[in-house]
């Protein structure tokens, strides 16, 4: 089946510095990939939509500055967190949506620990 | 504004027991709905896709409804095991691709 990968999985890391995070479609070409916010506990947050060759859009009250998206091919996107504070600590998780199957599909999940 | 909504957001059965899970949504008009099965501290298990003009699907030991009209969908998992714990989420996708998700029904199975 479809895979999607996301990595680093678990990230630690000083206040103040910038953090990158992978998510790569590993057998689909995906034009649309999401990026989402976990916190304990409680459900996915929609933090924005990331598409292949053009701006990520970004769900209200989600700094985009704070938060680079950046979709430049079919099969990877990345999350930078710049500038990390601890609160900014979080999972965060993406997800590849497959244009073929309308299928949703999930990446592992990164654990971001801002000390 | 499509809002989702699982009931209930906890449950806890003896092992063999099925299981009922219910999801809803305010908006009909959606492209399909889908299940996942989030284990703590790790990302989504994709478990069964319903398009909008499918009725049911059936994976093993599970089988999902949908009722668009109702704006309903029910996950059912028979012969519960220990193993299914986890957290289930319900994700609705709308005509315009927007995703909306459920906050999920923490499922405890006990031995």
Redesign the interface.
């Known amino acids: 089946g479809a895979v999607v990968s996301?990595h680093p999985s678990r990230v630690i890391c000083k206040s103040g510095t910038s953090v990158k995070i992978e998510c790569r479609s590993l057998d689909f070409q995906a034009t649309?990939m999401?990026w989402y916010r976990q916190f304990p506990k409680?459900?996915?947050m929609?933090m924005a939509t990331s598409n292949e060759g053009s701006k990520a859009t970004y769900e209200q009250g989600v700094e985009k500055d704070k938060f680079l998206i950046n979709h430049a091919s079919l099969t990877l996107s990345t999350l930078t967190v710049t500038s990390a504070h601890p609160e900014d600590s979080s999972?965060y998780?993406c997800?590849a949506?497959r244009t073929s199957?309308?299928?949703?599909?999930?990446?592992?999940?990164s654990?971001l620990t801002v000390l | 504004k499509q809002e989702v909504t699982q009931i209930p957001a906890a449950l806890s059965v003896p092992e063999g027991e099925n299981l009922v899970l219910n999801c809803s949504f305010t908006d009909s008009a959606i492209?399909?709905l889908?299940w996942?099965r989030q284990d703590p501290?790790?990302?989504?298990?994709?478990l069964l896709?319903i398009?909008s003009s499918q009725r049911e699907q059936t994976s093993g030991r599970l089988n999902a409804s949908l009722d668009k009209s109702s704006g309903r969908s029910t996950l059912y998992i028979a012969a519960s095991q220990p193993g299914d714990s986890a957290t289930y989420?319900c994700?609705v996708?709308s005509n315009d691709?927007k995703?909306s998700?459920?906050?999920?029904t923490t499922v405890t199975v006990r031995a």
Do not use: D, H, P
Not at chain 2, 41 to 46: A, E, V
């Open positions: 996301q649309t999401f409680q459900s996915l929609l999972f998780i997800s949506w199957s309308g299928e949703l599909f999930f990446g592992e999940g654990r | 492209y399909n889908q996942f501290g790790k990302g989504l298990t994709s896709l398009q989420l994700a996708v691709y995703l998700f459920g906050a999920g």
